[in-house]
C-alpha cells in the first residue's frame, strides 16, 4: 500500500477485510466495492498498460479514457491495472455503470460513511458522496466500468473532475470526452486471438489455423467472441469432435454469429461473476440498442444490412436520400462517438463491426424492412432497366454488390426485396454471370412463394411468382438446360392465364401472357416440337393483335406483333406451309418499317426492318425463284446493317448479319 498512507493512517485487517483509520474516527474499507475479476489468461496489453500508467505519473492526469468495441477487453485491461499497480493506491472502487454514473458514485455511499437526510434528493446526495470521496488519503483508484452514454459522462463530467484525489479509468465505447486522454484498445493480432482461442479450446490443431482465421475474421478478431466461440467448442465437442471448425464457420456465413449451434458456456462479462450463457445471449447482451436515438436506431439497421466493409460518406447519404441532413449528420457521429460505428477520416468512410451487425439484425428483427425501406428501394431504382446501364454499368456494379448483401439480410419475405433480387438478376443477365444470375432469380422464386402462400388470393403476388418463374427460365435456356427451361416456362403460362382469366382487362396480366407463350413457342422451337411451337406463337399473335388493337401507339405492342408475325413465319417455314409463311413474314415487313419510320434512330427497330427484308429475300430466292426480288430484298437488309455496322461498331451480330446478306447478294 502507499506508504504516505501508511504512516498517517492506521491500517487494520478485520477477517479478510482491510481498512483505514483515519485520524478523525473514521474507518473506511480500503476496498470500497467487490475486487473486479482477475484474469487467468492476459496477452497482448502491455503497451496499453504502459500507456495508462504514462497519463498518471509522467503526465498526471487524473482520468483516463479506455475506449473501444463491446468485447475488446477494455474490463481486463482496466482490471489487470488494477492488480499490477495496488501496491500504490490507498483506496480501490470498482463502478459498474448500469443505469447513471451518479447512481452508481451515491452506492458508495455505506462505505464511506456518508448518510443522507430523508429529503435529500439525487444531486444533494452525489454531492455529498464526491465530497467524502476527496476526503479519503490519496491516491485512490476509481474505475467506472461500461461508462457507454455519452450525455451521462458530459453531465458528470465536472463531479469527475473534482476528485482530485483519485486516479480514474472510464472503460467505455464512447470515442472521445473533451479534453481527456485516450487509451483506444484495439483489436489483439490475429495470432494473439488464435492463441487466445487454443487457450479455451484445447482440441484445436495447428492444420486448423488457416480454418480458424477465416473464422476469427468473421467476427471482426472480437478477443470476447473469440473466447466465447472457443468454450462454446470445448462444450460442444467435450467428448468427440461433432462440432467441427469447417461446420462453425459454415454456420458463421448461413445463418449468423447469433444462429449457431451452441451449448451453455461460463464467461465473466459486465459482472464480478461468472455468468453461465449460451452465445447468442452473451452476444446479445453486449450491444443495448434502446438507449439509441430513433433515427441512430434506423441508421444502425441500414448500415447492419450492408457489408461489413468501409462505406463511404457520399454513397451512404445517396442509398438513404435523408430529407434533414443536418440530423442525418448528427446521428451519424453521435453513433461514431459511442462507438456503433468506426469513422475514417482518410476516406470519409464508415465501418460497422460483424458483430454488432449480428446484434442490430437481431434486436431489430421486427422493424428492419421499415427502417431499410429508403435503401431497398433506392437499390431497385438504380438497377432497373433505366438506370442500370448508366456509367457502363460502374454504378450497377456497386449496387448489386450491396443489394445482395441486403437481400440476404432480410428476416421476412417482402414483395420490393423480391423486386430487387430481380434487378440484381438483370444485372447478372447484362454483364454474363449465369451463376449469379441463377441465385438471384432463385432467391426471387422463394420470396414470392412464400408470399403467395401467404396471400393465395394477391395476384400482385402471383404475378411475381410468375415473372420469377420466367426468369428461371431464362437463366436455364442461357445453360442450355432446355427441359429445365420448359417447366419454368409452363409455370409462368399457368399461373399468367389464370391472372389474364381473373383479370381479363388488365393489360399487364395479358401482356404476361403474351410473353410466357412466346418464351413456350421458343422453347419448343429450339427442342423441334415444331407443331407445339405453332400453338404457342398462334396464342402469341391473338394476344400481341389484341393488345395493339386497343392501343395502335404503343410501340412495345407494336413491336411485339411484329415479332409474333415473324416467328410464325419461321414455324410455317419450317413445317413446309410456304404459302402462309410469306404473309407472316410481309406483315413483320410491313410493322417493322412503320417502327423503323417513326423511330429512325432506334438500333433494335433499324435491326427489325434488317432481318424482315433478309427473310423476305430467302423466301423469293428459295422458293419462289425470283431472283431479282431477292436481290432487291437483300440489298435492302445490307443496307440497313451497313449503317447498322458503322454507328454501332460493337454489335458483332450486325457485322455477321451484313456478311451472311453479302453472301447471299454474291451467290445470286
Same mark, same amino acid.
Not at 457489408?307 to 457521429?333: G, R, T, V, Y
Not at 403467395?452 to 445453360?479: C, I, M, Q, R, W
Given at each position: 500500500?502507499?506508504?504516505?498512507?501508511?504512516?498517517?493512517?492506521?491500517?487494520?485487517?478485520?477477517?479478510?477485510?482491510?481498512?483505514?483509520?483515519?485520524?478523525?474516527?473514521?474507518?473506511?474499507?480500503?476496498?470500497?466495492?467487490?475486487?473486479?475479476?482477475?484474469?487467468?489468461?492476459?496477452?497482448?496489453?502491455?503497451?496499453?498498460?504502459?500507456?495508462?500508467?504514462?497519463?498518471?505519473?509522467?503526465?498526471?492526469?487524473?482520468?483516463?479514457?479506455?475506449?473501444?468495441?463491446?468485447?475488446?477487453?477494455?474490463?481486463?485491461?482496466?482490471?489487470?491495472?488494477?492488480?499490477?499497480?495496488?501496491?500504490?493506491?490507498?483506496?480501490?472502487?470498482?463502478?459498474?455503470?448500469?443505469?447513471?454514473?451518479?447512481?452508481?458514485?451515491?452506492?458508495?455511499?455505506?462505505?464511506?460513511?456518508?448518510?443522507?437526510?430523508?429529503?435529500?434528493?439525487?444531486?444533494?446526495?452525489?454531492?455529498?458522496?464526491?465530497?467524502?470521496?476527496?476526503?479519503?488519503?490519496?491516491?485512490?483508484?476509481?474505475?467506472?466500468?461500461?461508462?457507454?452514454?455519452?450525455?451521462?459522462?458530459?453531465?458528470?463530467?465536472?463531479?469527475?473532475?473534482?476528485?482530485?484525489?483519485?486516479?480514474?479509468?472510464?472503460?467505455?465505447?464512447?470515442?472521445?470526452?473533451?479534453?481527456?486522454?485516450?487509451?483506444?484498445?484495439?483489436?489483439?493480432?490475429?495470432?494473439?486471438?488464435?492463441?487466445?482461442?487454443?487457450?479455451?479450446?484445447?482440441?484445436?490443431?495447428?492444420?486448423?489455423?488457416?480454418?480458424?482465421?477465416?473464422?476469427?475474421?468473421?467476427?471482426?478478431?472480437?478477443?470476447?467472441?473469440?473466447?466465447?466461440?472457443?468454450?462454446?467448442?470445448?462444450?460442444?465437442?467435450?467428448?468427440?469432435?461433432?462440432?467441427?471448425?469447417?461446420?462453425?464457420?459454415?454456420?458463421?456465413?448461413?445463418?449468423?454469429?447469433?444462429?449457431?449451434?451452441?451449448?451453455?458456456?461460463?464467461?465473466?462479462?459486465?459482472?464480478?461473476?461468472?455468468?453461465?450463457?449460451?452465445?447468442?445471449?452473451?452476444?446479445?447482451?453486449?450491444?443495448?440498442?434502446?438507449?439509441?436515438?430513433?433515427?441512430?436506431?434506423?441508421?444502425?439497421?441500414?448500415?447492419?444490412?450492408?457489408?461489413?466493409?468501409?462505406?463511404?460518406?457520399?454513397?451512404?447519404?445517396?442509398?438513404?436520400?435523408?430529407?434533414?441532413?443536418?440530423?442525418?449528420?448528427?446521428?451519424?457521429?453521435?453513433?461514431?462517438?459511442?462507438?456503433?460505428?468506426?469513422?475514417?477520416?482518410?476516406?470519409?468512410?464508415?465501418?460497422?463491426?460483424?458483430?454488432?451487425?449480428?446484434?442490430?439484425?437481431?434486436?431489430?428483427?421486427?422493424?428492419?424492412?421499415?427502417?431499410?425501406?429508403?435503401?431497398?428501394?433506392?437499390?431497385?431504382?438504380?438497377?432497373?432497366?433505366?438506370?442500370?446501364?448508366?456509367?457502363?454499368?460502374?454504378?450497377?456494379?456497386?449496387?448489386?454488390?450491396?443489394?445482395?448483401?441486403?437481400?440476404?439480410?432480410?428476416?421476412?419475405?417482402?414483395?420490393?426485396?423480391?423486386?430487387?433480387?430481380?434487378?440484381?438478376?438483370?444485372?447478372?443477365?447484362?454483364?454474363?454471370?449465369?451463376?449469379?444470375?441463377?441465385?438471384?432469380?432463385?432467391?426471387?422464386?422463394?420470396?414470392?412463394?412464400?408470399?403467395?402462400?401467404?396471400?393465395?388470393?394477391?395476384?400482385?403476388?402471383?404475378?411475381?411468382?410468375?415473372?420469377?418463374?420466367?426468369?428461371?427460365?431464362?437463366?436455364?435456356?442461357?445453360?442450355?438446360?432446355?427441359?429445365?427451361?420448359?417447366?419454368?416456362?409452363?409455370?409462368? $403460362?399457368? %399461373?399468367?392465364? @389464370? !391472372?389474364?382469366?381473373?383479370? *381479363?382487362?388488365? /393489360?399487364? +396480366? #395479358?401482356?404476361? =401472357?403474351?410473353?410466357?407463350?412466346?418464351?413456350?413457342?421458343?422453347?419448343?422451337?429450339?427442342?423441334?416440337?415444331?407443331?407445339?411451337?405453332?400453338?404457342?406463337?398462334?396464342?402469341?399473335?391473338?394476344?400481341?393483335?389484341?393488345?395493339?388493337?386497343?392501343?395502335?401507339?404503343?410501340?412495345?405492342?407494336?413491336?411485339?406483333?411484329?415479332?409474333?408475325?415473324?416467328?410464325?413465319?419461321?414455324?410455317?417455314?419450317?413445317?413446309?406451309?410456304?404459302?402462309?409463311?410469306?404473309?407472316?413474314?410481309?406483315?413483320?415487313?410491313?410493322?417493322?418499317?412503320?417502327?423503323?419510320?417513326?423511330?429512325?434512330?432506334?438500333?433494335?427497330?433499324?435491326?427489325?426492318?434488317?432481318?424482315?427484308?433478309?427473310?423476305?429475300?430467302?423466301?423469293?430466292?428459295?422458293?419462289?425463284?425470283?431472283?431479282?426480288?431477292?436481290?432487291?430484298?437483300?440489298?435492302?437488309? $445490307?443496307? %440497313?446493317?451497313? @449503317? !447498322?455496322?458503322?454507328?454501332? *461498331?460493337?454489335? /458483332?451480330? +450486325? #457485322?455477321?448479319? =451484313?456478311?451472311?446478306?453479302?453472301?447471299?447478294?454474291?451467290?445470286?
Amino acid at each position: 500500500m502507499n506508504q504516505h498512507a501508511d504512516k498517517l493512517y492506521k491500517i487494520e485487517t478485520i477477517g479478510n477485510a482491510t481498512f483505514i483509520n483515519y485520524p478523525d474516527g473514521r474507518k473506511i474499507p480500503r476496498y470500497l466495492t467487490k475486487l473486479p475479476f482477475k484474469s487467468d489468461y492476459f496477452i497482448g496489453r502491455e503497451a496499453d498498460m504502459q500507456a495508462i500508467e504514462r497519463k498518471y505519473q509522467e503526465e498526471q492526469r487524473l482520468l483516463v479514457l479506455v475506449n473501444g468495441d463491446g468485447g475488446i477487453g477494455k474490463t481486463t485491461l482496466a482490471a489487470k491495472y488494477w492488480y499490477a499497480y495496488e501496491v500504490r493506491y490507498t483506496h480501490f472502487a470498482w463502478l459498474y455503470i448500469d443505469t447513471s454514473i451518479a447512481n452508481a458514485l451515491i452506492s458508495l455511499a455505506p462505505e464511506l460513511g456518508v448518510r443522507f437526510d430523508a429529503m435529500d434528493d439525487q444531486a444533494t446526495q452525489l454531492n455529498k458522496t464526491c465530497h467524502a470521496l476527496t476526503n479519503l488519503a490519496m491516491p485512490c483508484l476509481l474505475i467506472l466500468d461500461n461508462a457507454n452514454e455519452d450525455v451521462d459522462l458530459k453531465s458528470h463530467f465536472g463531479h469527475l473532475h473534482a476528485l482530485g484525489k483519485c486516479h480514474i479509468i472510464l472503460t467505455s465505447r464512447v470515442k472521445k470526452l473533451d479534453t481527456v486522454p485516450v487509451i483506444e484498445v484495439k483489436p489483439l493480432s490475429p495470432d494473439e486471438v488464435a492463441t487466445l482461442f487454443k487457450n479455451y479450446y484445447e482440441k484445436l490443431q495447428d492444420a486448423e489455423l488457416p480454418l480458424l482465421h477465416e473464422i476469427l475474421k468473421a467476427v471482426d478478431y472480437n478477443t470476447l467472441v473469440a473466447e466465447i466461440l472457443a468454450k462454446n467448442l470445448a462444450v460442444l465437442n467435450e467428448f468427440d469432435t461433432a462440432y467441427t471448425l469447417e461446420k462453425l464457420l459454415a454456420d458463421l456465413r448461413s445463418k449468423g454469429l447469433l444462429a449457431i449451434e451452441s451449448e451453455k458456456v461460463g464467461v465473466v462479462y459486465q459482472s464480478h461473476t461468472l455468468l453461465e450463457a449460451t452465445p447468442n445471449d452473451i452476444i446479445s447482451a453486449m450491444y443495448d440498442l434502446s438507449k439509441l436515438a430513433e433515427l441512430e436506431i434506423r441508421l444502425l439497421s441500414n448500415f447492419a444490412v450492408l457489408p461489413a466493409e468501409k462505406i463511404p460518406h457520399d454513397l451512404f447519404k445517396q442509398l438513404l436520400k435523408p430529407e434533414d441532413e443536418k440530423a442525418f449528420k448528427q446521428a451519424l457521429s453521435q453513433l461514431v462517438n459511442k462507438g456503433w460505428l468506426e469513422h475514417h477520416r482518410t476516406d470519409n468512410s464508415f465501418k460497422i463491426s460483424p458483430v454488432i451487425q449480428e446484434v442490430t439484425k437481431a434486436k431489430n428483427a421486427e422493424r428492419l424492412l421499415s427502417d431499410c425501406r429508403i435503401l431497398i428501394n433506392v437499390l431497385i431504382n438504380g438497377l432497373d432497366n433505366e438506370n442500370r446501364h448508366t456509367d457502363n454499368y460502374r454504378q450497377a456494379t456497386v449496387l448489386a454488390r450491396l443489394g445482395e448483401a441486403v437481400v440476404q439480410a432480410m428476416p421476412t419475405p417482402d414483395f420490393d426485396v423480391a423486386n430487387l433480387c430481380q434487378n440484381i438478376g438483370n444485372y447478372h443477365k447484362d454483364t454474363g454471370n449465369i451463376n449469379s444470375m441463377m441465385q438471384a432469380y432463385q432467391r426471387m422464386v422463394d420470396l414470392q412463394t412464400a408470399l403467395l402462400a401467404a396471400e393465395p388470393d394477391n395476384a400482385d403476388f402471383k404475378n411475381g411468382l410468375a415473372v420469377s418463374y420466367s426468369k428461371l427460365g431464362e437463366t436455364h435456356t442461357a445453360l442450355g438446360n432446355l427441359d429445365k427451361a420448359l417447366g419454368f416456362y409452363e409455370k409462368d $403460362a399457368e %399461373l399468367s392465364k @389464370e !391472372l389474364h382469366d381473373a383479370f *381479363p382487362n388488365n /393489360v399487364g +396480366f #395479358k401482356n404476361g =401472357l403474351a410473353v410466357s407463350y412466346s418464351n413456350l413457342g421458343n422453347t419448343h422451337t429450339a427442342l423441334g416440337n415444331l407443331d407445339k411451337a405453332l400453338g404457342f406463337y398462334e396464342e402469341l399473335n391473338r394476344l400481341e393483335k389484341e393488345l395493339h388493337d386497343a392501343f395502335p401507339n404503343n410501340v412495345e405492342f407494336k413491336n411485339g406483333l411484329a415479332v409474333s408475325y415473324f416467328n410464325l413465319g419461321n414455324t410455317h417455314t419450317a413445317l413446309g406451309n410456304l404459302d402462309k409463311a410469306l404473309g407472316f413474314y410481309e406483315d413483320y415487313n410491313r410493322l417493322e418499317k412503320e417502327l423503323h419510320d417513326a423511330f429512325p434512330n432506334n438500333v433494335g427497330f433499324k435491326n427489325g426492318l434488317a432481318v424482315s427484308y433478309a427473310k423476305l429475300g430467302e423466301y423469293s430466292r428459295d422458293h419462289l425463284k425470283d431472283k431479282a426480288k431477292a436481290k432487291a430484298y437483300f440489298q435492302q437488309a $445490307a443496307a %440497313l446493317w451497313e @449503317e !447498322l455496322v458503322r454507328d454501332a *461498331p460493337g454489335y /458483332v451480330e +450486325f #457485322k455477321r448479319n =451484313l456478311e451472311i446478306v453479302q453472301r447471299a447478294l454474291a451467290g445470286l
